[in-house]
């Protein structure tokens, strides 16, 4: 009975996010002059389709009934390609991929796991990523890249307890 109350709680039309996503990627390619090639923006749909993050092998058995082309390499190239350009997010601890909820945007990767639903929020704080350069730099170690994975149980979770 947890469970149904869990999916309830998190119950929302994705298709908004979907479109905004989609939106989002197309002006992005069109002001970069990328193609946003049709497995591309499939795989981008697929990501977004939950707010939890989904993996490479899950993705080729989405794609397995479409003529978008359903080899490992391909997919892992359309993933390549969305995560280079902002539109999608890696995570690693869980081998997935979720929506970025800022594409085009420069900013680092900080990530809210819920341990129960399982979906991921993206978490903009620029105190934090500040924060680890200064202690970083304290040390004489040069931040390049940052991805910060949190899990715990986020707020619907909490409520539905």
């Given at each position: 009975m947890k469970k149904s109350t869990k999916a309830a709680v998190h119950s929302h039309d994705h298709q908004h996010c979907v479109e905004d996503a989609l939106a989002a990627a197309e002006k992005l390619c069109a002001a970069k002059d990328l193609r946003f090639t049709p497995l591309r923006r499939r795989v981008l749909e697929f990501v977004w389709s939950s707010h939890k993050p989904v993996g490479a092998y899950a993705l080729l058995d989405k794609l397995r009934n479409e003529d978008l082309g359903s080899a490992p390499p391909t997919v892992y190239r359309a993933l390549d390609f969305l995560i280079e350009n902002?539109?999608?997010?890696?995570?690693?601890?869980?081998?997935?991929?979720?929506?970025?909820?800022?594409?085009?945007?420069?900013?680092?990767?900080?990530?809210?796991?819920?341990?129960?639903?399982?979906?991921?929020?993206?978490?903009?704080?620029?105190?934090?990523?500040?924060?680890?350069?200064?202690?970083?730099?304290?040390?004489?170690?040069?931040?390049?890249?940052?991805?910060?994975?949190?899990?715990?149980?986020?707020?619907?979770?909490?409520?539905?307890?």
């Open positions: 902002g539109l999608i997010h890696r995570i690693e601890r869980m081998n997935a991929f979720v929506g970025c909820s800022h594409p085009g945007e420069a900013h680092r990767g900080f990530f809210l796991i819920c341990a129960d639903c399982g979906n991921a929020e993206e978490l903009q704080s620029a105190d934090l990523g500040e924060a680890i350069t200064a202690g970083a730099a304290r040390r004489g170690f040069t931040a390049r890249d940052m991805t910060l994975e949190v899990t715990g149980v986020c707020g619907d979770c909490r409520r539905a307890a």
